[in-house]
């Protein structure tokens, strides 16, 4: 917290003596506050649990969550962006995407792959699959829980999302057909 007078604090002693040059310095001292609270807040703006809701989703399109519009709930859109900027760095692995289902559906979330290391000429016909299950997803809807998931699982990898016994995301377009509406 800045001292009430801060610019008048910076000046040298010779001229505090001088009342006019004080009043005027003050004008700008008062002008200047804005400015200086402005600058005061630059290390909050990017902090999403105080960040303005507008902010957030500007936030979220820099580390490439592009599935927040203005339907998301507000607190759901922070949880989205605070969970995708914590496992920025472990996107498309398990650790990644595990962290981010348990995150988003505020639940266990497991994640089974097809992924490996193998000698030469033992490895599977299909290694590039993933199977996320969840129990539930959290504040977010069927569809922004699959559009944010979808993002996650890289490109080149076949991808299913279910929710308990029920799939409701598949990277080839297929669902179940028990799937509700």
Known sequence: MRSPQW????LPIGMLDDEFFVRFTSIFQHGAESLAAGADNVAHITDV??????????????????????????????????????????RGTVRGLTRTLEMLSAGPAEVVDGG?????GESPAEPGWVR???????????????????????????????????MIWSSDGGVDERRAG
């Open 49 to 90: 649990t105080v960040a303005p809701d507008v902010m957030v989703r500007w936030l979220a399109s820099w580390i490439g969550v592009d599935v927040l519009d203005s339907s998301v709930p507000d607190r759901a859109a922070r949880d989205v962006v605070r969970a995708s900027a914590a496992t920025l760095s472990l």
């Open 7 to 10: 610019l008048l604090a910076q």
């Open 116 to 120: 490996g290391v193998w000698r030469d």
């Open 132 to 166: 996320m299950t969840v129990q539930s997803t959290g504040w977010l809807s069927e569809a922004d829980f699959a559009g944010i998931v979808a993002d996650e699982v890289p490109a080149h990898v076949r991808g299913e999302l279910w929710l308990g016994e029920r």
